[in-house]
């Protein structure tokens, strides 16, 4: 009867323990922008950050105005700028924590209003694939302007949001 009721027991482990196919196996990756060396000054507005041993893509759009002097960017740009202190658009590229959640480098975000497109974390494949975790934080730009209000926004107040 032990014996039967040890073979029963071995059976169930091993029908158990592969109940998942091999092709659904779980990878996880970490993600932390290190593997590209920016320029001075400590960010890459000019093209999209691209990791290529990843189907991951984020989007980004890139404009210079010749006639007028001056570039945009909506999407994701990569940076390492960490000011906490300088209000306005001059310090678009920092993080308001001071820090990447790791490493050096992280992804600063501004919205496109006109073509969502660029608004985007994508994976290029046909795979599943889920996010197991993602670290947020205001650019100091968005932070400041909250915090004490400025030309574009007023100063929050009890109640006011900031929609993610």
């Not at 999209?48 to 570039?71: A, I, M, Q, R």
Request: charge should be negative; include cysteine.
């Amino acid at each position: 009867m032990k014996k039967i009721f040890s073979l029963a027991t071995a059976a169930m482990i091993l029908l158990l323990s592969s109940c998942q196919p091999e092709d659904k196996q779980e990878k996880v990756v970490c993600i932390d922008f290190d593997e590209v060396a920016l320029p001075e000054p400590g960010y890459q507005h000019q093209m999209p950050y691209v990791k290529n041993d990843l189907p991951l893509s984020f989007g980004h759009s890139y404009t210079f105005y010749e006639e007028w002097g001056y570039d945009s960017w909506t999407g994701f740009v990569l940076s390492n700028q960490t000011d906490t202190e300088t209000p306005g658009y001059v310090n678009q590229y920092s993080v308001a924590s001071g820090a990447a959640a790791s490493g050096e480098n992280f992804l600063v975000f501004f919205r496109d209003s006109y073509d969502a497109s660029h608004n985007e974390i994508a994976f290029t494949d046909a795979s599943e694939h889920l996010f197991k975790s993602m670290a947020f934080c205001n650019a100091t730009y968005a932070y400041l302007s909250m915090k004490n209000g400025d030309d574009f926004s007023k100063k929050f107040e009890d109640g006011d949001w900031f929609k993610l």
